[in-house]
């Protein structure tokens, strides 16, 4: 499958929505034909009534169609409007809900690798700068094609030569929006670039801020954001720079072009130019191609204003389309197809021949093929660095075997993963604990809670489920937060449980209620593999696999 480019996304977006795009661009062209037609009657009555000496009174059902077109034309293009811009929201939401089902694909291995911050800014804010281009620049490039050209269809029916001054003029605008938009088009990449590392810099920072108090470096700290934010600002100043000079050189072509047809028409009519159709000029024909020609521009004009909306979306689908374009970790060397079921219906998981490698260090499990089965709790040792992690996440489907090596399991199995840092999010302890079970009771969330010894601390709290705990478990301890993610084990009620070192750094207290939290799920049927170099977790065990330089080794367990 040939690689995802920046094009390539916006138009694939781009035919997701292409009716209501089309309707936009339909409305854009009524509005221009209703244009012409005031024009035209604009130009007659003029006519009518210096030349033709008409009285007003005949004039006036005409002037009042004249009128009647004003509301018209707004309606229109008002519909075209707000149909782009339906269009655009669409556009994004579906990018974002790919954008997200990506990632998942993608893996906690994958996305252990990047930084959050750089994530969210191309999931919240680089999405968002395509917003400019379905809802103007989309429609507009195809008014800026047809108007003019109806406009040109009229102006040569009346003066073939004012039309060739017109159509001379036209190129000269898209040509220089071509060489202006290659040069907004990188300033854009550069600036998507530098906003990404500028969020990364700030939220490090932050994170950081007690280390930097500590170490008395606050002050460097703040001349290091201010720095990269002077950057960014020098890009953004730039790319503005290009825009506003652009549209002044357009303008400058734009009203040369109009000037020399008004030349061309005035001198035509005072009869100093005898070459051509120029002595066929009437006061109704010379009218109305002075009228048509800022509307022959007009569409292209307006092209020309939304172009830097163009090279931002470019810019942007350029870095979201390099994200599409990663191979999800658990099929890079492997088909698309479900995993085979295991040998034996006794097997949770089996792994055959496996071995995982990482680029910059070679082989780092296997190739190993132990068999995991139903309510086993399994203990992995090793050293550090050995392969442990690497090993729970084969289990998982987080990576894949290399080469011929192979996983089975049931095609619907269900898994829960914990380790010594859990994920909590800045909510209350019902939205921490929903997480795992979305339609889950208050009866369920205070259950779970008690299985994870939570229930004495849910007691002493003055607001219960609805206390609220800051982001990564603020205002918890770090048994209380390892025991709240493990009531959401309870909930998810999946068979397995993977833990990776989830003792680690807890005071004696908090490891005991973990203990008897695993002894509970032992009791209710749960299979445990946990990668631990705890002797009290150990002594848990039913099975035990030790690694030594990516081997597993069954070690005999008493």
Known sequence: MPALTARHLLNGLAATQRRRLQLAAACGVLAGSLTLVQAGLLAWITSALLVDRLPLARTTPFFAVWLAILPLR???????????QQASLAVRRQLRRRLTEHLMRLGPVWLAGRHSASLSHQV??????????????????ILAVLLPLMILGVTLYLDWLAALFLLLAAPLIPLFMALVGMGAERLNQAQFAAVSRLSGHFIDRVRSL???????????ATASVHDAADGYRQRSMRTLRLAFMSSAVLEFFASVSIAVVAIYVGFGLLGYIGYGPADELTLFSGLLILLLAPEFFQPLRSLAQHYHDRARALGAAEHLAELLNQTPPATRDAAATPAPAPASARSLIELDAASVSHDARGVVLGPISPCLY???????TGASGSGKSTLLQLLA???APDGQGERRCPADLRFAWMDQRPLLIHGTLADNLRLAA???SDADLRQALDNAYLGELLARLPEGLDTSIGEQGAGLSGGQAQRLALARVFLSAAPLVLLDEPTASLDAHSENAIMAAFAQLQRTGHTLVIATHHPALIGLATRRWHIVQ???????HD
């Open 438 to 440: 979305p339609g889950a």
């Open 397 to 399: 489907g987080f990576v």
């Open 210 to 220: 007690n280390t930097l108090q500590l170490f008395g470096q606050t002050r460097r």
């Open 374 to 380: 139903r309510g086993d709790t399994v203990v992995v």
């Open 74 to 84: 707004g309606i229109l293009s008002y519909a075209q409007e707000v149909l782009a």
């Open 124 to 141: 919240v804010e680089q999405v968002e700068a395509l917003d400019g281009y379905f809802a103007r620049f989309y429609v507009q490039q």
């Open 550 to 556: 990516g081997q597993l080794e069954e070690v005999e």
